[in-house]
């Protein structure tokens, strides 16, 4: 059974989580974006299962990459459901959703208060 998240603040640097157990966390930026779970960012951490999707090949056009900075900064966040958050960050990169579960397992190695 999932736990479910009651508030979820952005902060300049990261996000404040309170759940319905009590816990709060704050998760920094930057560990949320390492942890991003679409397949995209999945492929770039070295998982192979979304490496052949079934969409047409990629765009041989060059895009630069953004800074550490637009890639880390939080634009914004919206209620997928019950059960997920999205976020759109500084790049315009927004195709991760982060569930309760994926979010409560980021809390444990974040900033925790009972």
Do not use: F
Not at 63 to 84: D, F, H, M, R
């Amino acid at each position: 059974m999932t736990i479910q998240l009651t508030e979820i603040k952005r902060l300049a640097h990261g996000i404040s989580l309170r759940w319905a157990d009590g816990l709060s966390s704050i998760i920094e930026s930057e560990k949320l974006r390492v942890e991003c779970p679409c397949a995209g960012c999945r492929e770039a951490r070295g998982d192979t299962s979304h490496a052949n999707p079934l969409t047409a090949k990629k765009s041989s056009l060059r895009v630069l990459k953004a800074s550490k900075v637009e890639e880390t900064q939080l634009k914004n966040i919206w209620a997928v459901g019950n059960y997920a958050v999205g976020v759109e960050w500084g790049d315009g990169h927004s195709a991760g959703i982060y569930t309760y579960d994926h979010l409560r397992e980021l809390s444990k190695t974040a900033t925790a208060s009972p």
